[in-house]
């Protein structure tokens, strides 16, 4: 029996701030090439930043855009989740000045923290609570602004990241066939250590971050990669069995966009074809869990899918975190 479907997709938006930073720029940075970077990544540019944007602002931006495409106003939301490892400040959530930032007077507002599978795990939530009963008009957004917590001299990482937003509404399924067929997370902290940034918790203040060089990104590249490659084709077979549908189904594959090499291998493991795969990671770098909303907005305004199309999309993350959805949009 096919599953109920609780929720369904009304719109998506996204914000990419304008400053870029290429290849070439990062050469005169530190020791790499845009070769190295181009064949082990397949990264070209990144977005970053200005000083005076924070991560919320870029949210708004999303969530404004997603909410004019859902017809719905900010009042009509209920509940707004943020997904972010980057937030405006320690407490309160980013997801409080995105409420307050949009006029989102009626909802909740909270964050959650999965890495790159951020979106996922907030969709996965959001499906949920509209399951329940418990929310009607749900925003859910992955935002980063990767670039406040890069380590500028470890070349080893600093090549990889980038800033953005993608947000989508989440509403009750109508009786169509649309909306969320299945999610599918799962976590593994005994990796937690491979991909992390130590600093500025309560395990090592600020003071203490600074002094010790942990307030920025600290990842073992190898072991996240082998990780990465596992658990996203752990996802992607997970979620066709939940969604009961085939991989020859789906219209588009919406991968976390991290390195094309785990994509390809994602790709390869589901025997879908590359015109099957979205990939813009080489305008955008590693946008953690803006990536997925941002590329599923890029390939509707593209064209590449349709109200009706199975887009199914597979995230890994730091954590470990790994998760995926199937969606019929
Ligand atoms: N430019 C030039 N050389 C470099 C660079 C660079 N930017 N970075 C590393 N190197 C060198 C290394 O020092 C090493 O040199 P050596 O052989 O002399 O020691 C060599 O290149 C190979 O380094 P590796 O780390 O083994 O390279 P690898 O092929 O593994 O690629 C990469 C590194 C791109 C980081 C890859 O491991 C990767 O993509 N890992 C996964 C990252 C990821 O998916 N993260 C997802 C989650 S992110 C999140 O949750 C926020």
Not at 21 to 34: I, R
Not at 46 to 70: W, Y
Not at 108 to 120: H, L, P, R, V
Not at 168 to 185: C, H, M, Q
């Amino acid at each position: 029996m096919p599953n109920k479907i609780n929720s369904m997709m009304l719109g998506t938006g996204t914000a990419v701030p304008e400053k870029t930073l290429t290849n070439f720029d990062l050469e005169k940075m530190v020791d790499t090439s845009d070769q190295w970077i181009q064949e082990r990544t397949g990264i070209q540019v990144r977005h970053v930043v200005d000083d005076k944007i924070q991560n919320s602002d870029l949210c708004a931006e999303a969530a404004n855009k997603a909410l004019a495409e859902s017809g719905l106003s900010a009042a009509d939301v209920d509940t707004i989740i943020v997904a972010t490892v980057t937030g405006d400040v320690t407490f309160p959530s980013t997801a409080c000045y995105v409420q307050d930032k949009i006029g989102a007077i009626n909802a909740t507002a909270f964050d959650i923290q999965a890495a790159c599978s951020g979106f996922i795990f907030g969709l996965d939530i959001a499906d949920s609570l509209i399951g329940l009963g418990k929310g009607k008009n749900v925003l859910v957004i992955g935002c980063e602004v990767l670039t406040r917590i890069v380590d500028w001299e470890d070349r080893s990482t600093c090549v990889l990241f980038g800033d953005a937003a993608g947000a989508a509404v989440l509403v009750p399924a109508d009786n169509s066939g649309r909306g969320v067929l299945a999610t599918f997370t799962k976590t593994d902290g005994r990796l937690a250590h491979l991909l992390c940034m130590p600093g500025g918790g309560t395990k090592y203040p600020a003071d203490v971050a600074i002094a010790e060089n942990l307030n920025n990104i600290k990842m073992k590249g190898p072991e996240v990669f082998k990780a990465a490659v596992k658990a996203m084709g752990d996802a992607a077979t997970h979620i066709l069995e939940n969604a009961g549908v085939t991989a020859d189904d789906i219209d588009l594959l919406i991968p976390h966009q991290a390195n094309k090499r785990i994509i390809d291998a994602t790709a390869k493991k589901m025997k879908l074809p590359a015109e099957k795969v979205y990939i813009n990671l080489q305008n955008y770098g590693n946008t953690s869990a803006a990536s997925i909303p941002v590329a599923l907005t890029e390939a509707k305004e593209k064209g590449l899918v349709k109200a009706g199309d199975l887009v199914v999309m597979v995230a890994f993350g730091g954590g470990f975190t790994w998760g995926s959805a199937a969606i019929r949009l």
